[in-house]
């Protein structure tokens, strides 16, 4: 059993840079991916990256790629989202999800994960 909480989101102008959190209350959490996920309003759940707890096998979806980084402190128990150079497609509710990192399931499909945050919202305005 794992809980994950998720903070730090806000409001932010198009081109600033912020980094939402997820923190994880378990134990094992080394045989997890750690994925982070975003709901735009009125639109689908989209994966924005995903690594292994252990830091390792990390991907980006295209649109965030240079921009967004994913990381891990393990000591922490805490998932970090560095986001630089925002934008307003960028506005969702962002979410954090951890599935079996054994799993042969691509980390961009949300069934696969076993647990899930209640998210943070981040806005960008133009």
């Known amino acids: 059993q794992v809980q994950l909480v998720e903070s730090g989101g806000k409001l932010v102008q198009n081109g600033d840079s912020l980094t939402i959190s997820c923190e994880a209350h378990g134990v094992g959490l080394e045989r997890f991916v750690v994925g982070w996920f975003r709901r735009p309003l009125g639109n689908d759940l989209e994966v924005v990256a995903a690594?292994?707890?252990?830091?390792?096998?990390?991907q980006y979806t295209d649109s965030v790629k240079g921009r967004f980084a994913i990381s891990v402190d393990r000591a922490k128990s805490t998932a970090y989202l560095q986001m630089n150079d925002l934008k307003p497609d960028d506005a969702a509710r962002y979410s954090c999800?951890?599935?079996?990192?054994?799993?042969?399931?691509?980390?961009?499909?949300?069934?696969?994960?076993?647990?899930w945050g209640q998210g943070t919202r981040v806005t960008v305005s133009s």
């Open positions: 690594s292994r707890w252990t830091g390792i096998n990390i």
């Open positions: 999800a951890l599935k079996d990192r054994l799993s042969r399931v691509p980390v961009s499909i949300p069934r696969d994960y076993e647990y």
